[in-house]
């Protein structure tokens, strides 16, 4: 989370905040299944962040991106 | 010519970090990579007749220490002093300098070691600047030049750009000096001012330039999507020696055939955090299992079938534009869209 700064001030132009600079995509402090939820929905934003039109550094915050219609097709499947 | 060595207490080999308070001391001799410095010294008929040494800490904070390391220098006999190389390294670098400067202002020809961006290089003067380069894998050349300079200096001569003299000031180099607030003083005033709409800074920020963000894809479902990271992330062994800090390579590696990144068949040899968490799950730095998951079910046409890989860790900015460069034209000759790029 703290280098959500970091990367607005060199530019990067969409960025997902995670919860530790060790583990980008992950949760240690989850349980196997819980953790791979949250990798999902980290993806799930990127995803969002990728098809939306920036002009300059933006933050997309996880908790306020909606489920993608796909999600619930795919955990049905998994 | 008798010559002594200054070293910090790392080099000397009384220990790392814990051991930076370490009082001034001397030493007989030749230690560590002093050693090397010795035998080239030698083969131009000077000797290293002792070895000085001080913790960092100690060294760059404790006001009377450059004095009292001088004291052990001159108690060694020495009639000239190399100090270094201190590399990148902050306090290493002032402690050189100062002791460097002390020993030259009491007569003794000398010359501290460092990389030019090292905060010491202002206080060298009136003694010898020799270019070390940034860490420690430039020892042998740094020692190489040491020598070369050592041998100059007991001739009676100036030092030069060959012996890797650093010259004056470069454009954006910092220049210590005394300020009559305190540290906390200093940032309470700077504080106050941004909040009265002031821009002041201490430090004038560097430039990282401007990278117009590209277009958005229409829809992920018929996207090539690549993931990257700049975690370190390398098959278990590092088979291509990617640097854990200061990277001077990437490197892509096939995910064919991979439905997760799994512990034990790949690591992370960063060298800014502990990987111990990348390496339990790698999925954690880059996050395959889920990529895998989405391409199944549609949600991006199809994943780039290879990942890229650096080391973000003190790299270079210049070093970093060009991986970006050879990154995205990387990308955009295999048909990526998209990419996501796991920050560490």
């Known amino acids: 989370m703290n280098l959500v700064p970091i990367a607005a001030r060199v530019g990067a132009p969409r960025i997902v905040p995670t919860r530790g600079i060790p583990f980008p995509a992950g949760d240690p402090s989850l349980d196997p299944a819980a953790e791979r939820a949250w990798r999902r929905r980290l993806l799930e934003t990127a995803l969002v962040a990728v098809s939306t039109e920036v002009h300059k550094p933006t933050v997309f915050d996880p908790a306020l991106i909606p489920a993608v219609p796909a999600r619930a097709a795919s955990a049905a499947s998994t | ?344």
């Open chain 2, 1 to 344: 010519m008798r010559v002594v060595h200054y070293l910090n207490q790392f080099f000397a080999g009384i220990g790392g970090e814990d051991k930076a308070s370490t009082l001034p001391a001397s030493r007989d001799g030749a230690v560590g990579p002093g050693r090397k410095l010795a035998s080239a010294l030698a083969a131009e008929g000077h000797e290293l007749v002792a070895t000085v040494y001080c913790g960092d800490d100690y060294a760059a904070s404790e006001r009377n220490a450059a004095a009292e390391i001088l004291g052990l220098v001159q108690e060694a006999g020495a009639e000239l002093l190399v100090a270094g190389p201190a590399f990148g390294s902050g306090r290493y670098g002032i402690a050189c300098a100062r002791v460097a400067a002390a020993a030259s202002a009491a007569g003794i020809p000398a010359l501290a070691a460092m990389d030019p961006s090292n905060p010491g290089v202002p206080e060298v003067a009136p003694a010898i600047a020799v270019n070390s380069g940034e860490a420690s894998r430039h020892m042998a050349d740094a020692l190489t030049r040491m020598a070369a300079a050592a041998a100059v200096l007991a001739r009676g001569g100036t030092p030069g750009e060959a012996e890797g003299v650093i010259g004056g000031a470069s454009a954006g180099a910092r220049r210590n000096t005394v300020s009559p607030h305190t540290a906390a003083e200093r940032a309470v005033l700077l504080a106050l001012s941004r909040l009265a709409g002031g821009k002041q800074t201490e430090i004038k920020l560097p430039d990282f330039g401007h990278v117009p963000p590209a277009a958005p894809i229409a829809d992920p479902r018929e996207a090539l999507v690549a993931i990257l990271t700049e975690g370190a992330l390398v098959p278990s062994g590092n088979p291509d020696r990617l640097e854990s800090a200061r990277a001077k390579h990437w490197f892509r590696y096939p995910l064919t055939g991979r439905d997760t990144m799994a512990a034990g068949e790949f690591q992370s040899v960063h060298g800014g955090f502990s990987t111990v968490a990348a390496n339990a799950d790698p999925n954690r730095l880059l996050p395959l299992d889920v990529a895998r998951e989405m391409e199944a079910s549609g949600e991006i046409r199809a994943l780039h079938p290879e990942y890229l890989v650096t080391a973000g860790n003190g790299t270079a900015v210049a070093d970093a534009t060009h991986f970006g460069v050879e990154w995205a034209a990387e990308l955009r000759r295999a048909g990526v869209q998209a990419a996501i790029l796991t920050a560490t």
